[in-house]
């Protein structure tokens, strides 16, 4: 199977690494308006061509899919050519957009689209989340209140400097958080129907300067999400924290009891000082009788070091793959990735108002 990446940056690499873990799979084409990027990736990939220009890439008569890791303002524009010069699977890193006005426009390029379209949201699949998924049920009586918390490092340097500004990301409750709000539709079965946000820029980025322009991107932020279910959620970010054991903290509680998972950062962060990175883990914590117990979610070495997301990039990959080879449910559809947004843009209009957002 024959992969076009469009965007060669860091998070371009991570998909390069883990599609060559595939069986019979390869990335065959790659572009990026940076040349050195591009010509990285392709070395990375084992010899990729270098497309000359987007347009370039979508004449390559060999493709099966592409993966679309692009700056966050670049991904609608860049869906339109797609769909309208060669149409193919398309799997889109996260968020599928960046403005409500987007919204619509998305939905209606793949009304009818004959190909699958998979929006990234690699945190489904890091396998403590995937365990807490697969136990919430039956751990809490069904789940009443979800808390997410995560404690990180500030945003990484980028190319052309597009993440630490609000206009081309989206902003951070956009960019960074759409994952979370993803999570919490997933894990709740339900849709958001209320979003209440306090959000600042309180530490990061404040000295730096792109062309004269201070980065306005905030590094912190609590999102209370109602969901129609009755049930609620609360998203807790730091992004000054990156001395944390955990990056990640999910809680989730119901009649019957608690169950926690605890996911590490990027492995490459953890000082070697301090020994081997930690590694994830499941608490489940019953109501009657008492009595906690935490279990070990080891990740595959060979994953961890293809890659920042423990393993769930892979994880991804494998799935979407399965659906273009033997057919089935495309699992973060268009809808998802368009939901998750929106909370987001919520969020966003929420800590701008100081008002809770109502959504339809």
């Given at each position: 199977m024959q992969y076009g990446v469009i965007g060669c940056g860091m998070m371009a690499r991570e998909h390069i690494r883990n599609i060559t873990l595939l069986p019979d799979a390869r990335v065959a084409v790659v572009f990026d308006p940076v040349a050195d990027l591009a010509q990285s990736a392709a070395t990375l990939a084992g010899g990729a061509r270098v497309a000359a220009s987007l347009d370039d890439l979508l004449a390559e008569p060999l493709l099966d899919a592409l993966?679309?890791?692009?700056?966050?303002?670049?991904?609608?524009p860049q869906l339109r050519r797609i769909v309208a010069q060669r149409p193919l699977p398309i799997l889109c890193e996260k968020p599928l957009f960046t403005t409500d006005a987007e919204a619509s426009e998305v939905a209606a390029l793949f009304d009818d689209y004959p190909h699958p379209v998979w929006v990234a949201m690699e945190y489904r699949y890091m396998p403590p989340v995937a365990a807490l998924l697969a136990q919430a049920a039956a751990a809490t009586g069904g789940i009443r209140m979800l808390t997410i918390r995560e404690h990180r490092f500030p945003f990484l340097p980028k190319i052309g400097d597009w993440n630490?500004?609000?206009?081309?990301?989206?902003?951070?409750?956009?960019?960074?958080?759409?994952?979370?709000?993803?999570?919490?539709?997933?894990?709740?079965?339900?849709?958001?129907?209320?979003?209440?946000?306090?959000?600042?820029?309180?530490?990061?980025?404040?000295?730096?300067?792109?062309?004269?322009?201070v980065p306005d991107i905030w590094d912190n932020a609590y999102v209370i999400v109602d969901f129609a279910s009755g049930a609620r959620a609360m998203l807790e970010l730091c992004m000054f924290a990156e001395g944390a054991r955990y990056q990640e903290e999910i809680s989730a509680i119901g009649p019957a009891g608690k169950i926690e998972a605890q996911v590490p950062g990027p492995g490459r962060f953890w000082p070697a000082t301090l020994g081997p990175a930690p590694t994830p883990l499941l608490t489940v914590s019953p109501r009657s009788p008492k009595g906690p117990y935490?279990?070990?979610?080891?990740?595959?070495?060979?994953?961890?070091?293809?890659?920042?997301?423990?393993?769930?990039?892979?994880?991804?990959?494998?799935?979407?793959?399965?659906?273009?080879?033997?057919?089935?449910?495309?699992?973060?559809?268009?809808?998802?990735?368009?939901?998750?947004?929106?909370?987001?843009?919520?969020?966003?209009?929420?800590?701008?108002?100081?008002?809770?957002?109502?959504?339809?």
């Open positions: 993966v679309i890791v692009s700056p966050n303002d670049c991904h609608v630490r500004f609000n206009a081309r990301s989206g902003g951070t409750l956009v960019e960074k958080c759409c994952h979370f709000f993803d999570l919490m539709r997933l894990i709740l079965q339900s849709e958001a129907v209320r979003v209440m946000a306090s959000a600042a820029q309180d530490v990061n980025h404040k000295a730096e300067r792109y062309d004269g322009r935490t279990v070990e979610v080891p990740v595959d070495p060979q994953l961890l070091e293809a890659g920042d997301h423990n393993g769930s990039t892979f994880y991804q990959h494998q799935r979407f793959a399965g659906v273009l080879r033997n057919g089935g449910r495309v699992e973060v559809t268009v809808a998802d990735g368009t939901r998750a947004v929106q909370i987001g843009l919520a969020a966003q209009q929420s800590v701008l108002t100081g008002q809770a957002v109502t959504l339809a």
